[in-house]
């Protein structure tokens, strides 16, 4: 009988050849996999938490739905499970921690006071991996975010909080930046807007522009920090009138030199978000994506490849933009098993990259610029049947990493050994 292995090493061989026929080098495209990092965000195993135990709800518009058992309750807990999640997911990471997530020691520090010591431990267990970090400041689950506003505030004393805590971040991040050798981004989403008819948008939107400009007055060398500005069509409570939306943050980001992040939940369900990258990229210098999977509204499902991931990826293959934008998820689904969430959502965008690195670009782009578009229309047909799976299953294996479905059993394993202990 042949070895599960020998199967693995066959079926790629044939399949090398399959992609070499249209001039695909297999090889150099997983040389390039491997060094692409994908930002996966802690949030998902504790349903956006955080560890503060101040009691306070999610609320800007946040839901996650599901009570899946087994979540991280402390720190230790969520490092462990980010672990066992890490070790399914072929090549080096990065960690994307938001300010909740702070380590304090038992001690009420609030948001404005945090300092890189309190994340000491996250930066600790990131280096011994040799994966970078990127943060976010927290504008939520806070007494002064409990009316959905912060950075926007009509009152001055709670806008200073805010910007106050924004500063705080930045100096976490270029602390993760400075320890972790690689720059952090870190990435301001605010949840301020209305729910229904706004008589006064100029107002907010003037004041959350001088916040920014207070919150970012400072510069940080950007080989430690950048700092990334979220937009958003709309949200739970905020369905008429949200402050910072994308016309905002681009405004800001090309203004200000900042980097865009682009979340693809956060537009129309019927826009085409990878058709914003080489928009955006035609002026601001890097984007952040989150990726995330929206069913019907910004719903956060966990991310699967289908066809609007496969775009993005191919925007960023095609454009030329793996080293201008940053790739980070964010989806929070509780209904399962939430490491399980973490290793399919990750491994669906870093098989869409593959597949993406797999196409054969030159050719794709001469048919189009010799307007040969039944050639171009054709070949990105059977680009479809080509055995991509087949050299998904070799890149596992180079890993060492378990190929097909026995990576599941691996996570049900933790789930009986760890999650279900937990109360
Ligand atoms: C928890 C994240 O910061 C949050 O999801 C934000 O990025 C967002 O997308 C809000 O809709
Ligand atoms: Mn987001």
């Given at each position: 009988m042949t070895s599960p292995k020998k199967n693995v090493d066959q079926a790629f061989a044939l399949a090398k050849e399959r992609y070499a026929a249209l001039g695909v080098d297999v090889e150099k495209a997983l040389e390039r996999l491997a060094k692409i990092p994908i930002s996966l965000h802690c949030w998902q195993g504790d349903d956006v938490?955080?560890?503060?135990?101040?009691?306070?709800?999610?609320?800007?518009g946040l839901a996650v739905t599901g009570n899946?058992?087994?979540?991280?309750?402390t720190a230790d807990e969520l490092r462990g499970d980010l672990d066992e999640a890490l070790a399914l997911i072929p090549g080096t990471h990065r960690l994307n921690l938001h300010a909740?997530?702070?380590?304090?020691?038992?001690e009420k520090v609030d948001r404005d006071a945090l300092e890189p010591a309190h994340f000491r431990a996250w930066i600790e267990w990131a280096k011994a991996k040799g994966m970078g970090m990127d943060f976010n400041p927290t504008y939520f689950s806070h007494p002064k975010a409990a009316d959905g506003?912060?950075?926007?505030?009509?009152?001055k004393a709670i806008r200073q909080f805010w910007i106050d805590h924004g500063i705080a971040c930045r100096k976490i991040g270029a602390a993760m930046g400075e320890a972790l050798g690689t720059p952090c981004v870190t990435n301001v989403w605010i949840p301020d807007g209305m729910k229904d008819a706004t008589v006064d948008r100029k107002g907010p939107r003037e004041r959350l522009l001088h916040a920014l400009d207070a919150m970012f007055a400072t510069p940080i060398d950007p080989r430690l920090n950048k700092d990334a500005v979220e937009g958003k069509l709309f949200g739970i409570g905020s369905e008429t009138y949200v402050v910072g939306m994308h016309e905002f943050y681009l405004g800001y980001a090309i203004t200000r030199k900042k980097v865009f992040t682009v979340d693809s939940?956060?537009?129309?369900?019927?826009?085409?978000?990878?058709?914003k990258l080489s928009s955006a990229l035609t002026y601001v210098d890097e984007v952040l994506m989150h990726v995330s999977r929206g069913?019907?509204?910004?719903?956060?499902?966990v991310v699967l490849l289908t066809d609007d991931i496969e775009l993005i990826a191919q925007e960023l293959v095609r454009g030329d933009y793996l080293d201008r934008v940053h790739i980070g998820l964010d989806f929070f689904d509780a209904s399962i098993n939430r490491v399980a969430a973490w290793v399919i959502g990750t491994r669906s965008m870093i098989k869409a990259l593959l597949l993406a690195l797999l196409e054969p670009i030159d050719a794709l782009r001469k048919y189009e610029a010799d307007g040969d578009y039944t050639s171009r229309l054709a070949v990105l047909e059977e680009l479809k049947s080509l055995p991509f799976g087949a050299v998904w299953d070799h890149y596992l294996q180079t890993k060492d990493i378990p190929v097909g479905r026995a990576w599941i059993d691996g996570v049900k394993r933790y789930e009986a050994d760890v999650l279900s202990k937990r109360g």
């Open positions: 938490g955080g560890f503060e135990n101040a009691g306070e709800g999610l609320g800007a899946y058992p087994g979540k991280a309750r909740s997530y702070a380590e304090t020691g038992g506003w912060t950075l926007a505030h009509p009152d939940g956060h537009f129309h369900p019927t826009e085409v978000v990878a058709d069913v019907r509204w910004d719903s956060d499902h």
